[in-house]
């Protein structure tokens, strides 16, 4: 809800009065925010059905002032003047062709309305026809007067019958009152005005093809010249304009060339109305200056998707020929030059926003499926280049695909844009040409990696659960073993999967749950939950030694290969589980006293209990790896070192350097880092003597310091300089220390730590932020106010961030990616830029999920094993396991069951852990909320 309270129809002005002000100005809300209306700018406010309204607000203004005083040659030159450029999306100077028309003699010519709007999910000109019909017939008679034209007609799609019948009724009541027909308003001017239905032919947008059907033919292009200003419809002069160019040309009329300039770019004056819709919250026509950005349209307008969850990734620009734009070219303007330059094109102004979980190899395809069901056939290389492009892509979506494919894909795509002979056949292969130029990668993991990470292509994944997992764990097969009461079974596929079940079903962020089907209908299924009930029953049972003796006894040969992993943290150690599975001689190698880096040292203990970490690396090391802890590299020992001695070399060690805030005050006594603090508390010293202490971020690190200094009876305030939903720490870890009092500072950015004559801190100053727009993150943007507050503190936590201290690698001869002083690696192979090592985990991404650096871990196995032995082994450590596929037929709405927690007054002064998981019970309520969305028809 909002008001008007006046309005500029551009040709008149209306004072409506004042609204209530509890709701806000039509233009305070984001979505219309930034929107000019120019072709929109009688939608909604005027009656279209009625010519009195039309009239009321200017109407035939234009078109009265144009027969009473302006000369054809004024006109155009008018309309050459304001730059206005064809909105049907090739962008032809108007002018121009109106020009080369007019210089055509001939006793008959005709204007054609353009409304064959074809684009899949655009509805751009059905709106403007809908809802202002009068000036698109008010724009033609302009046109024909300035081009000597006495005929128009409007080709328009039988799919929009409100369209039809309000133009027609427009063309009946200009009609009654002399404004159609002949010599109209006493002039010597005439002009009739007649309709054609299109069948919904998407080539039929061509306008050779759009003549060909009025003519009663089929609608196919024809090659050009003789251009249709010289030999159209009927072999006579024809000029064809877009629905949305029509509308303009009462506004350049009535305003003037240099009022329409002072809107878009100098190439490009002017507004564009577009069609936004897509994975983002707000959607709807939107019409904007021309050279608006995409981050405006997607960001400040569309308020991205909605979530913190899902982030945009790319933008398709331009209808199913347009081009698929990453998020790193939001800044891009949104003009016909700056968008040709990137590939795409601006079409007729469909824009279709995408996140995570559109796959862009199933985007091309979707849009070249399209494309090719549209050629008219004419040309071969449409006819045939785009059925064998679709074949291509087809066999990739089906994980079928090899490198051939891709650049065969890529060389047909750029053959047939240079050789069709009509717009549909040049622009179709964007789509292709796009994603594989931005995101080229999609189609390398589709090829070689045999996976669709956005969990689109069926072919390529078990489950949505399954595929969101890092690990990729087979989550509907210890589902269904639980419902079956094979515990150990249910165990043995978890550990397969995953050497940390105890350990990740505690710590994880469990991506599993985000993609969950179950979510559709209430809540998602805690996979995590459940993962960590089969590890804990079995390892209360003590069952947990009959599968690790078989997984010791399924060891393979000793293959003589011996590799040195560096680093025990997750990464680290599950390479090591498999790698020794395979045969090999692996030696890890750690700074630390003890095997587990961030899940041992940075993962307090009321969250992971050092017992289960212990049992489940002590499994790691019954199998055979060995573990050199308190040895640096660098210090200890050298990476050349390490080269000479193994066969091969996993470099994954963590993210421990914290990132500072560079304010005043930041080097005083009593400023401590978060990742320093949690490894002191997890080596058993003492915490700060500080009573009131700030903890300054938003992220788990902040948090878990947070908590852990309230366990040692601290006064804990957590600053962070956005809101409360916009926190990248786990959700449970938030509430749980709301509920243990820990006091929030939202929207407060730290300015200064204030210091005492000691330089000891007393305090820090933080400015008070509002909120802005949405940035790229899908949070909104901490504003600065200029206001500050002061929060009394006797000691200063920094948690803001972690980087991989790239000094030591540059030291070791390992290159450096040129952003986040992470290792650089080949993202297919891991290998770095020495032949022999490999690296993975946050030692590459930078902070991550302990889950996200297991999943790359196991990934780096198989690659390293097959670069050793020269043959795949790595699948034959898995094994399958039989059950029951069968889809839950009584579906009732369930929430998700809810673990028991220790009772905060029990949590105080200790580091006994919170959590305490599923009872059997719970378990198995769980399991059976699962729909089983890995059962397929065909099974």
């Known amino acids: 809800m909002c008001r008007i309270e006046n309005w500029d129809f551009i040709t008149s002005k209306f004072q409506y009065g004042t609204g ?14 930034g929107q000019k209306k ?28 144009v027969l009473s005083g302006m000369t054809p040659d004024d006109i155009i030159a008018e309309v050459k003047n304001s730059g206005m450029r064809g909105r049907g999306g090739a962008g032809f100077p108007t002018g121009v062709k109106w020009e080369l028309m007019k210089k055509n003699h001939s006793e008959k010519k005709y204007l054609i309305c353009n409304a064959d709007e074809g684009d899949p999910g655009a509805y751009m000109n059905r709106n403007e026809i809908e809802s202002d019909p009068h000036s698109i017939l008010e724009g033609m008679m302009i046109a024909a007067y300035a081009m000597g034209s006495d005929e128009g007609i409007a080709y328009i799609r039988a799919e ?20 159609i027909g002949n010599k109209i308003l006493g002039t010597d001017f005439s002009f009739k005005f007649d309709f054609v239905e299109g069948a919904g032919a998407f080539v039929c947008g061509e306008e050779t093809a759009l003549i060909a059907s009025i003519e009663g033919k089929a609608g196919r292009p024809v090659p050009r010249p003789p251009y249709p200003s010289a030999k159209g419809l009927y072999g006579h002069p024809t000029n064809i304009n877009n629905v949305e160019t029509w509308c303009n040309i009462p506004v350049i009329i009535n305003r003037g060339a240099q009022w ?57 620009t331009g209808g199913p020929s347009g081009g698929c734009i990453p998020l790193e070219l939001f800044n891009t303007a949104v003009d016909y030059e700056s968008l040709a330059k990137i590939g795409a094109i601006m079409g007729s102004g469909g824009m279709v926003v995408m996140d995570q979980d559109n796959c862009m190899v199933d985007v091309a395809r979707y849009f070249l499926e399209f494309n090719s069901a549209e050629s008219c056939g004419k040309c071969t290389p449409c006819r045939e280049g785009l059925t064998q492009a679709l074949r291509i892509l087809t066999k990739i979506t089906r994980g079928q695909g090899t490198n051939a494919d891709l650049n065969m894909l890529e060389m047909l795509s750029q053959t047939i844009k240079d050789t069709a002979i009509c717009g549909l056949g040049q622009t179709a292969p964007n789509p292709i040409l796009t994603t594989l130029k931005y995101f080229r990668h999609e189609y390398e993991e589709h090829i070689h990696e045999k996976r669709c990470y956005a969990g689109v292509c069926e072919e390529l994944f078990l489950a949505l659960c399954e595929n969101s997992c890092p690990l990729h764990m087979d989550i509907p097969a210890y589902i269904e073993l639980i419902k079956e009461n094979r515990i150990e079974d249910a165990f043995e596929v978890t550990l397969r999967d995953n050497p940390l079940p105890g350990t990740i079903g505690r710590i994880c962020h469990f991506h599993c749950q985000m993609r969950c089907r179950r979510e559709m209908l209430d809540e998602p299924v805690s996979q995590g939950e459940i993962h960590r009930y089969l590890a804990d029953t079995m390892y209360k049972l003590g069952n947990e030694n009959m599968i690790y003796r078989k997984l010791i006894k399924e060891k393979l040969p000793d293959t003589g290969k011996k590799i040195a992993i560096v680093g025990a943290g997750p990464a680290g150690l599950t390479a090591a589980f498999y790698l020794v599975r395979l045969g090999h001689e692996v030696v890890v190698y750690d700074s630390f006293p003890e095997p587990g880096g961030l899940l041992r040292y940075g993962i307090p203990r009321y969250r992971l209990p050092n017992a289960v970490l212990k049992k489940e690396v002590d499994l790691i090391k019954k199998l055979g790896v060995k573990f050199k802890q308190n040895t640096t590299i660098g210090k200890d020992i050298s990476l050349k070192q390490l080269e000479a001695k193994y066969d091969a070399i996993y470099v994954a060690i963590g993210a421990w350097k914290e990132m500072g805030l560079n304010i005043p005050g930041e080097d005083a006594k009593g400023v401590y880092m978060g990742t320093e603090l949690l490894k002191s508390f997890a080596l058993g010293k003492e915490p700060p003597a500080a009573w009131k202490v700030v903890v300054i971020g938003g992220g788990n690190v902040a948090i878990d310091v947070a908590r852990s200094l309230w366990r040692h009876r601290k006064d804990v305030t957590v600053v962070y300089r956005r809101e409360k939903c916009d926190m990248p ?23 200064e730590v204030i210091v005492d004559a000691n330089n000891k801190v007393k305090g820090l100053k933080v400015e008070l932020m509002t909120c802005g727009g949405i940035d790229t993150s899908g949070r909104r943007k901490p504003v600065k106010t200029g206001k500050f507050d002061e929060i009394p503190c006797e000691a200063i936590v920094l948690a803001i961030g972690e980087t991989v201290d790239s000094d030591l690698w540059k030291a070791e001869g390992l290159q450096i990616a040129s952003w986040g002083g992470r290792i650089k690696i080949n993202p297919l192979t891991q290998q770095t830029t020495k032949a022999k ?10 902070p991550s999920t302990a889950a996200e650096a297991m999943g790359m871990a196991k990934k780096a196995v198989e690659i390293i094993d097959f670069d050793l032995m020269q043959e795949k082994r790595y699948d034959r450590l898995y094994k399958k396991f039989t ?56 099974e």
Not at 20 to 33: A, D, G, Q, S
Not at 57 to 65: P, S, T
Not at 729 to 751: L, Q, T, V, Y
């Open 837 to 846: 090592i490999y690296a993975g985990g946050d030692a590459v991404t930078g």
């Open 260 to 316: 329409f300039r002072e809107t878009g770019t100098e190439k490009s004056p002017g507004t564009k109305v577009f069609s936004l819709v897509g994975k983002i919250k707000n959607t709807g026509l939107v019409e904007m200056p021309m050279g608006s950005t995409i981050n405006q349209f997607v960001f400040d307008i569309g308020e991205g998707t909605g979530s913190t969850v899902k982030r945009v990734k790319a933008i398709q």
């Open 160 to 179: 929009y019958p409100l369209a039809v019948k309000r133009l027609e009724k427009a063309q009946m009541q200009a009609e009654a009152l002399g404004l």
């Open 38 to 65: 120019i072709v929109l700018r009688n939608a909604g406010l005027i009656n279209p059905e009625s010519i009195e309204d039309y009239l009321a607000v200017g109407g035939y203004r234009a078109l009265f002032k």
């Open 729 to 751: 720490a786990n959700d449970a870890e938030i509430r749980e220390a709301e509920a243990e009092g820990i006091k929030f500072h939202f929207m407060s950015s730290p300015a």
């Open 20 to 33: 209530y002000e509890k709701y806000p100005l039509w233009n305070e809300i984001p979505f219309f925010k």
């Open 883 to 938: 059950y029951r596929n069968v889809v839950p037929e009584d579906l009732k709405k369930s929430n998700k069951n809810v673990s028991y927690k220790l009772d905060v007054r029990d949590r105080i002064g200790s580091f006994m852990e919170v959590d305490c998981g599923y009872t059997g019970q719970q378990a198995l309520n769980e399991v059976n909320r699962c729909l089983r969305c890995d059962v397929r028809c065909d």
